[in-house]
């Protein structure tokens, strides 16, 4: 026996079944779309996305840390330089230190083949374990120019917030922690302004062509002070 659809339930399902495909097509653009833009932005196309061409840089602000001597250092104290600033931690397992031999390699790079000195700064977002002793021992095992910063918990997460860098610990067994964070790094201006924002996907020599592009665009300097 044939069971006959009513046809109130007939004109229901030729709305609902093309409704569901054009809902299953827009999500699909929507994701490409989504992806294609991150790719993008974390690839550095353009400029960085945390500045503001009209208005200027709209992260970054002032600070207070402890360099790996355990002296006090500010950013009035990087003022003139052309700064790449990273924030991490030692414990990282991976992502941390390929970041930075990326940018000890990037640093050597500059000198070596642009004649281009840029100062390599490293913020650690884990400052219960990373003491100004232990950062200089094991920045020292990268680049010996990396300029190792530390502090309160409350200065560094003010600081990260100003930057806008991403951390969130991690608890783990016992008394052990991992820290997520975003890895990116920041190129800053004689006058610690951001001017540009590097994702993980760059190796050291697209870092350093990027460097350079800038560099030469807005400065004839091409050394930094010593602190």
């Not at 083949?113 to 840029?118: A, E, G, L, T």
């Not at 600081?159 to 067994?173: C, L, S, T």
Request: aromatic residues 10%; negative net charge; contains cysteine.
């Amino acid at each position: 026996m044939t069971v006959e659809t009513p046809p109130a339930s007939r004109s229901r399902a030729s709305y609902v079944i093309p409704a569901a495909g054009v809902l299953f097509f827009a999500g699909l653009a929507t994701f490409i779309h989504y992806n294609d833009e991150r790719r993008v932005t974390l690839k550095g196309q353009g400029n960085c996305p945390c500045v503001n061409n009209v208005r200027g840089p709209i992260i970054g602000g002032p600070f207070t840390l402890v360099d790996m001597e355990n002296h006090t250092l500010t950013e009035r104290n990087l003022l003139g330089n052309w700064v790449l600033l990273y924030f991490g931690y030692t414990s990282s397992p991976d992502v941390g230190p390929e970041q930075l031999q990326m940018m000890a390699k990037a640093t050597n790079i500059l000198e070596s083949r642009h004649n281009r000195k840029i100062l390599p700064v490293f913020v650690t977002l884990d400052p219960q374990r990373d003491t100004p002793s232990h950062l200089r021992a094991y920045l020292k095992e990268f680049e010996s120019r990396i300029v190792g910063l530390t502090g309160p918990v409350s200065a560094i997460r003010q600081m990260a917030q100003e930057y806008r860098a991403y951390f969130k610990k991690v608890e783990e067994e016992g008394d052990d922690y991992l820290v997520e964070c975003s890895h990116n790094m920041y190129l800053m201006n004689p006058n610690m302004e951001v001017v540009r924002c590097f994702g993980v996907e760059y190796n050291a020599d697209e870092l350093s062509e990027a460097i350079v592009k800038e560099v030469k665009g807005t400065s004839t300097d091409k050394s930094y002070k010593v602190l």
